[in-house]
């Protein structure tokens, strides 16, 4: 079966200062003795990619499954992730893979669904899904196979969409709290890599201001066809959840389990790199408010404590506001920092 894998490959050129030496130079070959002991060389992947198996072992819908549903013309080839790769039932073949590829290193995500069918902790653990990822975990590890865990990878509960709007509602940050807490408890002492988001940028622009990413809200101003949704505002409001769950999430592993589990616990931000379009001042601040719109919502709350300030001023009332506890808690809520990155823009004024 096929396992998505990224292969990066570099070739060094010695630099020359003539043409010919230039196009007579040969790669270096790239080995791994050459990176430093430790260095983690994996693949990843995300629960409703790949799991499959949407109806079975007691897990409960996530908008991901009614998203792709009730909107399949957004899927470019009208598929789901009802059978995706069919993790759930091949995971030892996956693992089978990594090894004989020779990654040290696994990426993947839980389905907060599978684990809470109904989202909250008073709606009971499905202990079915609990044995499905400690299956997975001892696995990887027999293998030599580190696990890097994903907690939240945009397939929120559809009970907790229907119940109060899920992301859109503050009330999502205690659910999930109890959701990290039991994740916590039952994988840590295994698992000594958590990530509490993955990509919180995506999820906001894509699934409340685009509305090609679950849950699909938008403005009719944003894009044709959207009947839902508040473009200029939502994601604000969602970010700004995403952000207070991932604090407190952190502050209770690093209360909690940190100092017996000896994990590590972070976030995994998404941005392009920005480039001025001209060599012009106008250029290079439009540059910088493009980064400080990606980049920055999400790294200068964890690292600052607050938005950027071009965003305090341009979005104005519609972007929330911390509490000086909140500020003061979400400061500093990593061990490490993970960065998707995928291409460039050239920002114009």
């Known amino acids: ?27 270096r070959e790239l080995g791994r003795s050459q990176f430093h002991e430790g260095f983690f060389f994996g693949t990843a992947s995300s629960a409703y990619q790949y799991e499959g198996a949407v109806r079975e072992g007691g897990r409960g ?3 991901w499954d009614t998203f792709t549903h009730n909107h399949p013309e957004k899927i470019a080839n009208g598929s789901n992730g009802d059978i995706a790769i ?52 001892d696995k990887l590890i027999s293998e030599g196979v580190e696990p890097f865990v994903t907690l939240f990878h945009w397939d929120s509960p559809q009970a907790l969409e229907q119940q109060y709007g899920g992301f859109l509602s503050n009330l999502i940050v205690e ?3 109890d959701y990290a807490d039991i994740c916590f408890r039952e994988f840590g002492d295994r698992v000594k890599y958590w990530i509490t988001f993955n990509e919180p940028w995506s999820f906001s622009v894509g699934g ?13 101003w944003e894009k044709s066809g959207c009947r839902s949704g508040d473009s200029g505002r939502e994601p604000y409001i969602v970010a700004h959840n995403q ?45 910088k408010r493009a980064l400080d719109f990606m980049y920055g919502w999400f790294m200068d709350p ?24 909140q500020s003061k808690v979400i400061n500093g809520t990593f061990d490490f920092i993970g960065l998707n990155y995928y291409t460039a823009r050239y920002p114009e004024y």
């Open 175 to 177: 659910d999930f709290r």
């Open 302 to 325: 964890i690292t600052k404590g607050d938005y950027p300030d071009s965003m305090r001023t341009l979005v104005g009332n519609r972007l929330p506001r911390f509490t000086k506890e």
């Open 61 to 63: 819908p996530s908008i």
């Open 208 to 220: 409340y201001s685009s509305g090609i990413l679950a849950p699909g809200r938008c403005s009719s």
């Open 243 to 287: 952000l207070l769950a991932h604090a407190a999430a952190v502050q209770m592993y690093r209360h909690r389990y940190q100092g017996e589990q000896k994990g590590r616990i972070g976030i995994t931000i998404v941005s392009n790199w920005m480039i001025p379009y001209e060599n012009s001042n106008e250029d290079k601040n439009a540059t």
């Open 1 to 27: 079966m096929s396992l998505l894998v990224v292969v990066l490959v570099v070739v060094v050129v010695t630099a020359s200062s003539t043409s010919s030496s230039r196009s007579e130079a040969k790669p």
């Open 86 to 137: 069919d993790s759930y039932h091949r995971y030892k073949e996956d693992v089978r893979i990594m090894k004989d590829l020779g990654l040290n290193a696994y990426r993947f995500s839980l389905s907060w669904s599978r684990i809470l069918p109904n989202g909250k902790l008073n709606g009971g653990v499905n202990m079915e899904g609990i044995k499905y990822y400690n299956n997975l975990i």
